[in-house]
T-cell receptor
Framework: GAGVSQSPSNKVTEKGKDVELRCDPISGHTALYWYRQSLGQGLEFLIY????????KSGLPSDRFSAERTGGSVSTLTIQRTQQEDSAVYLC?????????????FGEGSRLTVL | GENVEQHPSTLSVQEGDSAVIKCTYSDSASNYFPWYKQELGKRPQLIID?????GEKKDQRIAVTLNKTAKHFSLHITETQPEDSAVYFC??????????FGGGTRLMVKP
């Protein structure tokens, strides 16, 4: 597709379960970002990939959160033993990242609800 | 790490008036400053950006100014319209190509 694709668009899970969120960036975009947005709040940085490597993991809120990116394309954000405070919209964005970030193209987000 | 402060958090203006949103940053190596607009229930989208080698950039009713000495930059919207109502986020990019966002400003334009 032409844009950043995220799945699932909505996920309802029970506290303690693991969830996986997927991001398929725009083809050719080397930079990939994950952000978290709670209701009515700002964009909380989680992790940034340049190719397959993650130069900055400082935003991951706890060791229950992990992310990987394989083949320089699709990325998966995994949350283990989910807690109610994990409920939020998880936004993925990609960028060409040639000589600077340039424009970030965001996906529609994955809305996670932890009961 | 980098810190981007954005003010005000909410802004209400009458249609036709101007709106100004201000951001300050901490990393003197920052060199790229975009602004994103997020309408209700939608994804953030880039509306304007400025690089550190210029002090001002305009695009129709929108302008951004940058003061590198003071480490602050501002978004100016003139002749506001109801469709300008949204949350606006400033951001900066440091030497490591990391983009850090401000906390957002909810702009409400009253008809």
């Amino acid at each position: 597709g032409a844009g950043v694709s995220q799945s699932p668009s909505n996920k309802v899970t029970e506290k303690g379960k693991d969830v996986e969120l997927r991001c398929d960036p725009i083809s050719g975009h080397t930079a990939l970002y994950w952000y978290r947005q709670s209701l009515g709040q700002g964009l909380e940085f989680l992790i940034y990939f340049q190719g397959n490597s993650a130069p900055d993991k400082s935003g991951l809120p706890s060791d229950r959160f992990s992310a990987e990116r394989t083949g320089g394309s699709v990325s998966t954000l995994t949350i283990q033993r989910t807690q109610q405070e994990d409920s939020a919209v998880y936004l993925c964005a990609s960028s060409l990242n040639q000589g600077g970030t340039g424009e970030l193209f965001f996906g529609e987000g994955s809305r996670l609800t932890v009961l | 790490g980098e810190n981007v402060e954005q003010h005000p958090s909410t802004l209400s203006v009458q249609e036709g008036d101007s709106a100004v949103i201000k951001c300050t940053y901490s990393d003197s190596a920052s060199n790229y400053f975009p602004w994103y607009k997020q309408e209700l229930g939608k994804r953030p989208q880039l509306i304007i950006d400025i690089r550190s080698n210029v002090g001002e950039k305009k695009d129709q009713r929108i302008a951004v100014t940058l003061n590198k000495t003071a480490k602050h930059f501002s978004l100016h919207i003139t002749e506001t319209q109801p469709e300008d109502s949204a949350v606006y986020f400033c951001a900066d990019e440091n030497a490591g190509n990391m983009l850090t966002f401000g906390g957002g400003t909810r702009l409400m334009v009253k008809p």
